[in-house]
Nanobody
Framework: QVQLVESGGGLVQAGGSLRLSCAASGTIFRINVMAWYRQAPGKQRELVATIISGGTTNYADSVKGRFTISRDNAKNTVYLQMNSLKPEDTAVYYC??????????????WGQGTQVTVSS
């Protein structure tokens, strides 16, 4: 099994910054994709950003230019630097990792979520 532990959420004023971290541990042969999703109250979970093992990134239009996803492959950790935060960024942020526990056993795990609240 693989465990994902997130940290870094909190309360911040609009225009401020936060940095989220997600560390993966357990039986990991390779992590192919790490991603951040978020879910606001009453809304569906949405993709925020992804990063593949080679470093290619992808962002939701709503966060482009404000958020930056990065990863430390040696530490199996993904980060989300969030700048110029807006009240509409308020949500529970979830880390997701897809990869292989062994050469023949894929995995797809979620973290427990971390609350980000942006006050106006």
């Amino acid at each position: 099994q693989v465990q994902l532990v997130e940290s870094g959420g909190g309360l911040v004023q609009a225009g401020g910054s936060l940095r989220l971290s997600c560390a993966a541990s357990g039986t990991i042969f390779r992590i192919n994709v790490m991603a951040w999703y978020r879910q606001a109250p009453g809304k569906q979970r949405e993709l925020v950003a992804t990063i593949i093992s080679g470093g290619t990134t992808n962002y939701a239009d709503s966060v482009k230019g404000r958020f930056t996803i990065s990863r430390d492959n040696a530490k199996n950790t993904v980060y989300l630097q969030m700048n110029s935060l807006k009240p509409e960024d308020t949500a529970v942020y979830y880390c997701n990792a897809k990869g292989l526990e062994s050469i023949v056993r894929p995995f797809d795990y979620w973290g427990q979520g971390t609350q980000v609240t942006v006050s106006s």
